[in-house]
């Protein structure tokens, strides 16, 4: 029931490299989506991804806030669970004004002990100057603990770099 | 003809890196800068740098935009061309208004089947918080991909940190 | 006498790492933590980390500014000094407008003949897009220089990632 944490920056491939991972086990893939659609066009947009990895052979399965128990319902054995992505659903839970605390301790319990293999990505977003907007400090101090976290618990975790996994851990 | 791609922050010593990397072949030196100046002070600073390469064996070439055409003029075996840098060209074409997918992938033809061997410094850009303004968006996104891309053609892929290399690929 | 440069981004986890390294060389350890208190809250947290590390053996010393003066008289044979942190320091410089040029060639004057082990912490900031405010861009102008030259002095750096060191040189 290994994880596996895959960071990586803006547009640095690291879906596309979560779900080359996930292929390459065969198992069945489900599709772990966090982004909640913000105008009628960004729900297009999800449509059209949906579509696209169905026909790929992945069940996509959207939860935005709820993160620990979508992780419960959906990983078992035999079946790769790919979340797409951390930071997304971070964001989600500040801009609804959820407890972060209680939210990602219900998370890393599920981590601590899986009920299915995992990929989970994020964005790696704690290399920049220190931003300007307290929320945006927030919200890297948030990332940059969870992805702490996680990263104990994960078998194997990369940093994505043009495309290309460097290994951190595993 | 193999392509080099050095990844770096700012003021990470990757064009010192790449200026290494190039001296070591041994071929003659061929600076493609993509730097247009922005005032007086910025045309003395960029001469300065133009007659300091001279006196080191390298002749510098300037091209802003039209950076496949310069590429596909300039490289041919036996020479080395260093490009810096693939940022500050992305930049200039979009402050230009120009193309972005056609100059993008022009380039990218030419690095599919360089006429010669060359390094192609670019600033890695993508590690921090999702930039408040469009256009920053827009840029990191274009470089992110842009670096994806030319990392499946480079034989080599750098990722410059205080001034020594970690290997991305090769 | 050697020197280690641990980088990190924010809440990367550099400084648990820095410290689990200096515990584990079994030396005396002295924290020099460069922090100014900015109010009575910030004044507090730092007192408690001081009496926490107090409890783990650790002595602090406080010093923003005279970051070589410090080192001089409190880094020597048999003792781990560990230095938290160098963007901070830089911050301090620029905030009380002291000359940087040259206090960072005092500090790296102490590198190049180092008077005692020191493991010296430092946030990596050069991977996001340009900063709109000058003094940001100074700065990280300013931190990206910096660590080049500690890094040419450094036997061992690092750059943490989720908590995980990966090694840059070493």
């Known amino acids: 029931m290994t994880l596996t944490l895959i960071l990586g920056g803006a547009r640095s491939g690291k879906s596309r490299r979560a779900e ?26 999800i449509a059209k991804h949906r579509e696209d990895r169905a026909a790929h052979g992945w069940t996509t399965v959207e939860e935005p806030l709820a993160l620990a128990a979508a992780l419960a319902g959906e990983a078992r ?10 930071t997304t659903w971070l964001t989600n839970l500040m801009v609804h004004g959820r407890d972060l605390e209680a939210a990602t ?21 704690g ?31 990369e940093l994505v770099v043009a495309g290309i996994p460097m290994t951190v851990k595993g």
């Open 77 to 86: 054995p035999g079946r790769m669970v790919l979340v797409e992505c951390l």
């Open 105 to 125: 301790a219900e998370f890393l319990a599920w981590c601590a002990a899986p009920t299915g293999p995992a990929i989970l990505v994020s964005n790696e977003v």
């Open 127 to 157: 290399f920049g100057i220190v931003p300007e907007h307290k929320m945006a400090r927030d919200f890297r101090d948030h990332a940059g603990r969870l992805h702490q976290r996680v990263a104990e618990h994960a078998a194997r975790v």
């Open 20 to 45: 080359a991972l996930a292929r390459e086990t065969g198992l069945e893939g489900i599709y772990l989506a966090t982004a909640e659609p913000m105008d009628a066009d960004m729900a297009a947009r």
